[in-house]
C-alpha cells in the first residue's frame, strides 16, 4: 500500500511538470492506477483495525473525506483561477505527498495478511501496537497461556 501511495502520490506531482500531452497522459494514467489500487487497500486495513459495531461508521468517514476532497476541487480552482493549471495539479498533489509519508509511518501492514504469510511474530507485534494496554495483556495472556498457537503453515499458491 504504501509503494502505491508514493506512486501515485509522486506521478500527481510530476504531472505538474509534465512537457506534452504523452508525458501528461502517462503520469495520469499511473496516478489513477495506484489511486484505484489505494481506495481498496485503505477500506480493507480500516475494517480490520475497528470493532464489528464501529465499522460502519468508520467506512462512513472515510467515504465522506473522499467525497469533501471532490467537493474541494472547485475550491482550489478557484483560488488558482488566475494561474495555470500547473498550479492546481501542485496544490492538489501536494497533500498526497503528505499523506504517503504520514502513511509510512503510521500505518501497519495487515496483522491478518502477515499471519497467512507465516510472519506470525509480527502479526503479534502489529495486534500488540493497535491494542489498548488492557487488550494487550490479554493478548500476551492468551499467547502465554497456549490457548492459541501461532504455529500455520504458509498456504501454497496453485
Known sequence: MHLNLQHMSLAAF??????????????????????ALIG?????????????TCR????????????LGFLSLPAIAYITKDSSWRRIYLCTSLPGLIYSLFLYFFAYESSRWLFLQGRNEEAVAVL??????????????????????????KVKDD
Do not use: P
Open 40 to 52: 481498496t487497500c485503505i477500506i480493507v486495513l480500516l475494517m480490520q483495525t475497528v470493532g464489528k
Open 128 to 153: 500488540k501496537k493497535l491494542s489498548s494496554a488492557t487488550r494487550r495483556d490479554y493478548l500476551e495472556h492468551i499467547i502465554s497461556s497456549g490457548n492459541i498457537s501461532l504455529k500455520h503453515e
Open 56 to 67: 460502519g461508521r468508520v467506512s462512513f468517514v472515510a467515504f465522506l473525506c473522499f467525497a
Open 14 to 35: 510530476s504531472t505538474t511538470f509534465s512537457t506534452n500531452i504523452w508525458m501528461y497522459s502517462a503520469l495520469r494514467f499511473f496516478s489513477g492506477f495506484g489511486r
